[in-house]
């Protein structure tokens, strides 16, 4: 199995401010992916973080506003640039390991 | 890319009665379909999956079930207990080797009523 740490684990921020979010994962692991999950939303996928390269990003989602760093097979970073309040979620980091997905704990992060 | 539709979006049931939920996907080569629950504040817990070479799985009140060629899968929950009140989402994973792609339906939110 594999375990997920993320840090911080909540944030509140002002708006125009950015945020960089860490996920570690106690395993080398094949993917990783960056989730958003809105109040009362389902989860909705930003990018897969690739290692070694540039992550691909989903509709709707752009590398300005959300870059992605994944350096080696056990860690990556999310950061959301130039906050705005509709950037209030939990953002997620999933990894997937010996064919099944493993959940970071999430980080809350609130815009004011 | 995959579409994952959920249903219903809320359940309420009494304590002792079964539960359905049920999704479809678009993506015919999805090939992975996991059922999470997820409590309050907190992450989403896999609950029980199923791969597309197999039809129904069974794990103790929880089972799934998949049509392939409806391209539907549900959830059945027996005997409901209050502590299964929470939030369940369905979801249908695309892809092979390095390029994987995990989509979630909705949500439904399940009461159940002692």
């Known amino acids: 199995s594999a375990v997920i740490s993320q840090k911080p684990s909540r944030d509140i921020c002002q708006r125009g401010t950015s945020l960089t979010i860490q996920c570690q994962v106690d395993?080398?692991?094949?993917?990783m992916f960056w989730y958003r999950q809105q109040p009362g939303q389902s989860l909705t996928l930003i990018a897969t973080?690739?290692?070694?390269?540039?992550?691909?990003?989903e509709s709707g989602f752009v590398i300005d506003k959300f870059p992605i760093s994944r350096p080696n097979l056990t860690f990556s970073t999310l950061t959301v640039s130039n906050m705005s309040p509709e950037d209030s979620s939990i953002y997620l980091c999933?990894?997937?390991?010996?064919?099944?997905?493993?959940f970071g704990p999430g980080t809350r992060l609130t815009v004011t | 890319g995959e579409n994952v539709e959920q249903h219903p979006s809320t359940l309420s049931v009494q304590e002792g009665d079964s539960a359905v939920i049920k999704c479809t996907y678009s993506d015919s080569a999805s090939n992975y379909f996991p059922w999470y629950k997820q409590e309050l504040g907190k992450r989403p817990q896999l609950i029980i999956d199923?791969?597309?070479?197999?039809g129904e799985k069974k794990d103790q009140r929880i089972a799934v079930t998949l049509n392939k060629t409806a391209k539907h899968f549900s959830l059945h929950i027996t005997e409901t207990q209050p502590e299964d009140s929470a939030v369940y989402f369905c979801a249908a994973l695309t892809g092979g080797g390095s390029n994987y792609k995990l989509t979630f339906g909705k949500g439904t939110l399940l009461t159940v009523n002692p």
């Open positions: 973080a690739n290692q070694g390269s540039e992550a691909t990003y």
């Open positions: 395993s080398q692991v094949t993917m």
């Open positions: 199923i791969r597309s070479n197999v």
């Open positions: 999933i990894a997937l390991f010996g064919g099944e997905q493993y």
